[in-house]
């Protein structure tokens, strides 16, 4: 199914910019593998994981072609919902899309939540917190600059963080955020 959701993609990339015209010949691996490397961190697997501005399907999509586990997908841009609604339906992905900005969403909260390229870590545990169950695990894959975001959330933010290397990008991080906790201004 991944290859299936792979050439949609690319169809769909000549009227909507889900991904940059020069990622169109490495699709698999700056994309679709930077997806898959989550998977063994997902361990065990939850019974259900949100994704925060997903995008083009990634990583929320690939992850559920690949593990089964259910995802909601969140993402505001109605024209990529679109694409995620007929990738859903061609895949037979076990997602539901919910074409809201993350701040709006009214979801359960979920074991896991994951995001890509979406923003600062501050700002990423801002929107996650609210919707990660307790004991659940965050996985954000970030670029050159997480040490520096990382230190940055420390001043306002309490958590147990994993940072692992990329296989994708010999620059880029996994971080897996357990326990975040905001810290209150001392008085």
């Known amino acids: 199914m991944l290859h299936h959701f792979a050439s949609l993609l690319l169809r769909w990339n000549r009227t909507i910019n889900l991904i940059s015209r020069s990622d169109e010949q490495h699709v698999w691996t700056r994309h679709i593998d930077d997806s898959l490397q989550l998977i063994p961190l997902m361990k065990p697997l939850p019974s259900r994981a949100i994704d925060l501005g997903t995008g083009a399907g990634f990583p929320g999509l690939v992850l559920a072609l690949a593990t089964g586990v259910h995802f909601d997908l969140i993402e505001a841009d109605q024209r990529k919902c679109a694409f ?5 339906r061609v895949t037979g992905a076990p997602v539901q899309i919910h074409p809201v900005r993350i701040e709006t969403a009214t979801l359960p909260p979920a074991p896991l939540v994951c995001a890509r390229a ?3 870590i501050p700002r990423l545990l801002e929107m996650a917190a609210p919707l990660l169950t307790a004991g659940g695990q965050c996985l954000f894959l970030k670029g050159a600059n997480a040490g520096a975001e990382l230190t940055h959330a420390g001043a306002e933010w309490q958590m147990q963080v994993d940072r692992i290397g990329s296989r994708t990008d010999p620059r880029a991080f996994i971080l897996r955020i357990c326990n975040p906790t905001r810290v209150l ?3």
């Open 118 to 120: 979406l923003a600062p």
């Open 185 to 187: 201004p001392s008085a």
């Open 84 to 88: 995620l609604r007929e990738a859903a």
